[in-house]
């Protein structure tokens, strides 16, 4: 069965130092996605892309954060200079357009 | 802004039973709805959908029902089985937007 597939699975990094988590969503996806769960909490939407743009976006997306998709199968997510509270279970998603999202099993980020 | 709210953080259940989780959702541009389910340290999966158009969607031991007029979903888990314990989160979607709950922790009891 397809599956997103993220890496890496833990990263541990100092504050301040740039950090970039993987996916590569299923195949014939379209859209794709980025949330986070901060230990506890909520999952959260940071960012939807579509046709290589970013179609929308969350208010924790800040300018520190950017997405790419290089090479039409990588969707990648960059934090430029980590803060403390960036920790959390950042999570790649992807849907045809229609139905579910299907998700990956998550990349965990420690800041220290 | 929560848009959808699961306003039970935590449900414990004996086995055999039947489970109830429910969703409340303040959209009413809303016209999907889904259930994940979430073991520690996986990622959300896929359990059941419903479109805003039906009012009930079953598969296997799982049920969803959407009350449009009230802003309501609920997922019904009957019989409840052990291997059920799971963070359980409701979504909503309009277009291909998804907001999520911040989920309810099923316990079921042997």
């Known amino acids: 069965e397809p599956e997103v597939t993220q890496t890496p699975s833990h990263q541990v990094t100092q504050m301040g130092q740039e950090v970039i988590l993987r996916c590569v969503p299923i195949?014939?996806?379209?859209?794709f996605y980025w949330y986070r769960q901060i230990l506890g909490q909520k999952v959260e939407f940071l960012v939807s892309f579509y046709n290589n743009e970013i179609s929308e976006k969350s208010e924790i997306f800040d300018d520190q954060f950017s997405v790419e998709r290089p090479d039409g199968s990588n969707f990648t997510l960059k934090i430029r200079s980590t803060k403390l509270e960036d920790s959390a279970m950042y999570f790649c998603?992807?849907?045809?357009?229609?139905?579910?999202?299907?998700f990956g099993e998550g990349s965990r980020l420690t800041v220290l | 802004d929560q848009q959808v709210k699961q306003n039970s953080p935590s449900l414990s259940v004996q086995e055999g039973r039947i489970s109830i989780l429910n969703c409340d959702y303040t959209?009413?541009?809303?016209?999907?709805f889904l259930w994940y389910k979430k073991y520690p340290a996986e990622g959300p999966t896929f359990l059941i959908s419903i479109s805003s158009i039906k009012d009930k969607n079953e598969d296997g031991r799982f049920t969803v029902f959407l009350n449009k007029s009230a802003k309501h979903l609920s997922l019904h888990i009957v019989p409840s089985q052990p291997g059920d314990s799971a963070v359980y989160f409701c979504?909503?979607?309009?277009?291909?937007?998804?907001?999520f709950g911040t989920g309810t922790s099923l316990t079921v009891i042997p």
């Open positions: 959209n009413s541009m809303f016209d999907y």
């Open positions: 979504a909503a979607s309009r277009g291909n937007q998804f907001y």
């Open positions: 195949s014939n996806h379209l859209y």
């Open positions: 998603a992807s849907s045809e357009g229609i139905g579910e999202l299907f």
